[in-house]
């Protein structure tokens, strides 16, 4: 057996129960503790490409779990998670030893897993992406996991040969990136797509990251004085906040200089000023208080809290013509805000849970409500692939409608419906429902008669006119429509009526 010296056990293991304890003090430990011995034990002497010893790699998957603040059958999950595919222990022993649920939460992971590169490249993302979206439909942890397991992947890729590095980093820009987004979860996001980038576009990295250094070092010091600025203007008027400086991420800013002119001077928010406040009320305080010293451009400030992007992200954002006259973005938020926002789906998972304690099922059903829009959406999109069923064009449609950029749009009735950029009246009529879809025959936006190809816009008031005549989709409709379940139903009904 080789010498398993670099993983010290008792820190490790005794890390990762302090911490889960902290946020979650009813948590069962004994089930940590003893996926952790066995998966050490499983794994042995096995090494990782890099050299290290395997079990790092679960070890170090469970611990970004942990900053998740998941709960303990999803970290005992973490730990096993590669225990099936690269030991001879079956999932059934698993089941035996930490029940049913760890064990479909270790065999999701491996479903998901099994894939690798089995279909043509076209195929096998698009393939990769329905399996995730099922997954992640049935139990949100199976994707958590597997998040937090392709994170340590990327931090070890540099031991693989190149073209699997390649492979690996694209494929993590084209699904698991753009999944962590729509889920709110920024902070991964982020991460994943930094870690990515400088495989697949090296010189391009190369580039940003030369170019931008020497601004946020002299963004540095300027934003001290800002900082100060702030405190005191806050402190005068009994707010209690905390102030951090927050640099965009490399990738993010990469793509950003590609519709900028490669110009770094039309980038404001290269370093966003965070303000995170105790209540909504604050929120509101400190923007009053942030534009009582410094003007803002008034088309760039945005409510996310009354209005919370489809993601279900909120924050105040507001870029103000600051101190020298220099323009620099805030964002305003609670603590459990910016928790949701870097953790998204993750926090919205942990505080729902939090709230529906001590609830009866009957409390939870009247009264208990959580923004999932992330969740809901994750939903919407297995139930409609059920009806459409499981073939090539709905999935293509799947991809465009979950990785496309996305607006909110509003009933006459202030109802918030997501869709994704370039939707159109029909797109949002089989949003509200599919009758109204199949017998919308004119839209008003904000008003006005509009033709039901027009590109809706964020923020539009947008009514459906229907007609009791009207009983099937129009076949042209294909041509402009964009959301998968409106292309699905106007499919359907054309099939229904060769
Ligand atoms: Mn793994």
Redesign the pocket.
Known sequence: MMPLKTIDDQKSLNDLLEKVKSYRPQADLELIKKAYSFARQAHGGQLRFNGNPFFK??LK?AKTLVELRVDEKAIAAALL??VC?DTQTSLKVIQKMFGKEVAFLVEG?TKL?DLKFQLGKEDYLVENLRRMILAMAKDIRVLLIKLA?RL??LETLEALPLEKQKTIAQETLEIYAPLAQRLGMGGMKGVLEDLAFPYVYPKEHTWVKLYSRPRYREMEDYLKRVKRVVNKALDKAGVEAEIHARGKHLFSLYKKLLVKDKNLDKIYDLVAMRVIVKTVEECYTVLGIIHKMWKPLLAMVKDYIALPKPNGYRSLHTTVFCLDGRIVEFQIRTRQMHAEAENGIAAHWYYSEQKAKGKSEKELKAGFKVPLDAFSWVKRLSSWQKEIGDNSEFLEDLKIDAFSDRIFVLTPKGEVVDLPDNSTPVDFAYAIHTEIGDSCVGAKVNGKLVELSHHLQNQDIVEILTSKQQKKPKHDWLKFVVTTHAKGAVRKALKESD
């Open positions: 790699h679960p998957t998670h590669d595919e992971v897993t397991d340590n992947n």
